[in-house]
């Protein structure tokens, strides 16, 4: 498990925000209400748990640094 700053990646973010998957999902509307993850699959949502708590983004201490 990592702890402190996760490693930027351009490359990843524009791929997850333009992919195909995700305008179909949102444009018809198939995305699962928050929480739903813990019924989906219970072991990643654990995982994702305790790696958003122990790590930070770069961008949000940036953030935070410079009052955005």
Do not use: C, E, Q
């Not at 928050?34 to 949000?60: C, E, F, H, Q």
């Amino acid at each position: 498990m990592k702890f402190g700053i996760r490693t930027p990646s351009i490359k990843r973010s524009l791929a997850a925000r333009t992919s195909v998957k995700r305008i179909v999902r949102h444009n018809l509307g198939l995305k699962a209400p928050r929480g739903m993850g813990w019924v989906t699959n219970p072991k990643r949502a654990a995982y994702n748990r305790i790696y958003d708590r122990t790590t930070v983004s770069l961008w949000g201490l940036l953030r935070k640094m410079f009052g955005g």
